[in-house]
T-cell receptor, first 113, second 115 residues
């Protein structure tokens, strides 16, 4: 079946550090890939997406590139801020899964000033 | 355009009572999904509905849980005879009909506490 694996957290960084959160997936064909962010006490917000191989999604300084050869969609940001502290979820969506999103376990990011 | 609206935000029930969670999708969205998030865990799919139809309920517990999305009104997730293990955040998401590139839009969730 379809699955998403994220690097284990929590991740703690200092402000302006470089961020990478690894995400790999298992699925046949070409799923669409997403990163969502969840701030404390809130729902999930879409951060970025990519719908085909080699697409790069980007938003608010975050980027992720859809790599079919390595089945990966790693999230990166060059310089994190305290306000980026949140839980980040990688997800995929594929027709054979009834078009629902399948999520990774989430990675807690804490950025210290 | 209002986002996905869930209510109540917080719900406290005693063991054995019923919990009803409501979700109004975004305007123009006809697909609704329910997810459950246990403390310190990720989101687990429960059920996918379109108007008046359950499309995929493979993530729903076989007993005590039911969901509907009537022709008029919000989608309802119903939990009968709640137990402590039902305590969790329940999120609803909606999407328009169309391709898989369309993201799901999430509400702020209902946090159910069973005492």
């Amino acid at each position: 079946g379809n699955s998403v694996t994220q690097m284990e957290g929590p991740v703690t960084l200092s402000e302006e550090a470089f961020l990478t959160i690894n995400c790999t997936y298992t699925a046949t064909g070409y799923p669409s890939l997403f990163w969502y962010v969840q701030y404390p006490g809130e729902g999930l917000q879409l951060l970025l997406k990519a719908t085909k191989a080699d697409d790069k999604g980007s938003n608010k300084g975050f980027e992720a590139t859809y790599r079919k050869e390595t089945t990966s969609f790693h999230l990166e940001k060059g310089s994190v801020q305290v306000s980026d502290s949140a839980v980040y979820f990688c997800a995929l969506r594929k027709e054979t899964s009834g078009s629902r999103l399948t999520f990774g376990e989430g990675t807690q990011l804490t950025v210290n000033p | 355009n209002a986002g996905v609206m869930q209510n109540p935000r917080h719900l406290v029930r005693r063991r054995g009572q019923e919990a009803r969670l409501r979700c109004s999708p975004m305007k123009g969205h006809s697909h609704v999904y329910w997810y459950r998030q246990l403390p310190e865990e990720g989101l687990k799919f429960m059920v996918y509905l379109q108007k008046e139809n359950i499309i995929d309920e493979s993530g729903m517990p076989k007993e005590r849980f039911s969901a509907e999305f009537p022709k008029e009104g919000p989608s309802i997730l119903r939990i009968q005879q709640v137990v402590r293990g039902d305590s969790a955040a329940y999120f609803c998401a909606s999407s328009p009909p169309g391709g898989l590139g369309s993201p799901l839009h999430f509400g702020n969730g209902t946090r159910l506490t069973v005492t």
